[in-house]
């Protein structure tokens, strides 16, 4: 579990202060509906508006002998309340209570984790634009392949939690329900004007139709995009870290002053907030799948979905929030090196531009198996003779025949080959 010290905004979410609180207004607002209905004296309102309250150490306390942490709730605002306390909680069952505050705290976790996703999609957006022009080789299989540059990385990252944001308002919606329904969901005991009044004044809706609980798609759902945002987090994780082996160097961590990267090795710069970050992925997908087996509950409710989701819930939002503050982190001070990037590219010698010579070559007339050869024995010239890949391909009589040394130079000139990449910030909406 994240150490909830270093996360006091969201790790409040999930204190027994926060949770029951909302499980003291969920009883306020429903006594509020009952008494304009009539069915309960105005005066128990007052009293609870008043008197109710409760002291957590004595819920626990309560809790450790019966064995039920609602009964325990009510016992300890009835301590204070006196004889109005017989309405508090009038026609409902626990999970009334229960999965209706869990929805709230699932929604106010959720709007924490917008807050930050939103700032890791403006300081992505922020280096993006930044290192726009920063050319360096892009990688298939880990090969060089063609030539990308390194604010395409970022504009591909941003757009992509631009999606993850899009899901997050939709599982926030999803899990923003409530229920007060009764011991199985047939408001046979309270109208289902009282729930309306608790869910409107929670800022939740009413389900149309539950048991004696919500269903669980809702809360798999949710889980599923922090697992998913997860995944993303990861993604952009990976690649830095890959970029930031000894090797390739192109981008990396920022190092700390004063920071240590080995007990061993005094000369190490390690990619440790990347792999915290691919670790913690790991969890939320862990979770996810323990959400989705909570689905299926034997009848109107069972309660083996409870014990997980105790863990789960506020493991995963929290997990995910401080990711998401470790991500922020990250790129907003990443290194990046764009001279590096400039030496790799070339450690092929402008192989990279050997599909645009082949398609140059069929425009040509050439078709395409016999310009696959004519580009394929140069390109095995250059790596057996250490030459520039343009000096190779004039020297080729056969192949300048058809293009001859001015349409080479143009070919195998970087800008042309990335003179779409405005273009696709543009479809991306960074320009």
């Known amino acids: 579990m994240i150490d909830r010290y270093s996360l006091p905004e969201i790790s409040r979410i999930w204190s027994d202060e926060n949770r029951f609180s909302i499980w003291l207004e969920i009883e306020l607002y429903a006594l509020e509906a009952l008494a304009e209905q009539g069915i309960v004296p105005e005066k128990a309102v007052i009293d609870l508006r008043e008197k109710g309250r409760f002291e957590v150490k004595r819920i626990l306390e309560i809790e450790a002998e019966v064995k039920h942490d609602v009964i325990a709730f009510l016992t300890n605002i009835a301590e204070h309340m006196g004889e109005n306390s017989r309405y508090v909680h009038y026609g409902m069952t626990s999970s009334d209570v229960l999965d209706t505050a869990l929805a709230v705290q699932m929604k106010q976790a959720g709007e924490l984790i917008r807050e930050k996703l939103n700032a890791l999609i403006d300081v992505l957006k922020k280096r993006a634009l930044e290192t726009k022009d920063f050319v360096m080789i892009g990688r298939s299989h880990g090969v060089h392949a063609e030539p990308t540059t390194f604010g395409l990385k970022m504009a591909l990252w941003y757009d992509e939690c631009r999606r993850q944001l899009v899901r997050l308002n939709d599982a926030i919606e999803t899990i923003s329900v409530g229920q007060v329904s009764g011991a199985v969901g047939t408001y046979d005991h309270i109208d289902p004007a009282v729930e309306a009044h608790v869910c409107r004044r929670l800022g939740l809706k009413p389900a149309n139709i539950s048991t004696q609980i919500l269903q669980r798609d809702r809360h798999a759902c949710y889980m599923q995009v922090l697992a998913l945002i997860g995944a993303t987090l990861e993604k952009i994780a990976v690649e830095i870290r ?190």
């Open 242 to 431: 890959h970029l930031q082996r000894t090797e390739v160097l192109e981008a990396e961590e920022y190092f700390s002053s004063g920071q240590k990267g080995s007990s061993a090795m005094p000369h190490k710069k390690n990619p440790i907030v990347c792999e915290r970050i691919t670790g913690m992925a790991r969890i939320l997908r862990a979770n996810a799948h323990a959400a989705m087996e909570n689905i299926a509950l034997w009848h109107e409710r069972d309660i083996s979905h409870s014990s997980v989701e105790r863990i789960i819930v506020p493991d995963s939002t929290m997990a995910l929030y401080y990711m998401l503050v470790k991500a922020v982190d990250l790129i907003g001070n990443l290194v990046v090196h764009p001279e590096n990037m400039q030496t790799n590219l070339e450690k092929t010698k402008g192989l990279y531009y050997s599909q645009a010579v082949l398609l140059a070559l069929t425009r040509k007339g050439v078709s395409r198996e016999q310009a696959y050869r004519m580009v394929q024995r140069n390109a095995m010239k250059v790596w057996e003779k250490n030459l520039p890949f343009a000096e190779v391909l004039t020297g080729d009589e056969e192949l300048t025949a058809l293009l001859p040394p001015d349409e080479i130079s143009a070919i195998c000139n970087l800008k042309n080959r990335l003179s779409r990449v405005d273009a696709i910030f543009k479809k991306t909406g960074l320009l």
